[in-house]
């Protein structure tokens, strides 16, 4: 781990609000055009709800990955 104070530190946290933030920002946008078309084929067939939750579902693991390089530029570096 780096020292406190250190300019190194400073950039592994903004790199890791990078990864976190845009991740967060890209499932947003994503999620945006899957709801509104899950949301337009459960209307249409019931049956299609568990199909429309797992794409629902997809983008969220984009934050997850995000997340995981976040940890891990903070803890090994």
């Known amino acids: 781990m780096v020292l406190e104070g250190d300019v190194g530190s400073g950039l592994i946290a903004i790199g ?3 990864a976190v933030g845009l991740t967060g920002l890209g ?3 994503a999620e945006k055009d899957v709801g509104a078309a899950a949301v337009g084929a459960i209307t249409e067939d019931q049956s299609l709800f568990g199909k ?3 794409f629902m579902v997809l983008p969220e693991t984009i934050v997850i990955f995000g997340l995981v390089i ?3 530029a903070i ?3």
């Open 16 to 18: 890791a609000g990078l």
């Open 27 to 29: 499932a947003g946008m």
């Open 70 to 72: 976040a940890i891990m």
């Open 75 to 77: 803890f090994v570096m």
């Open 52 to 54: 429309a939750m797992i």
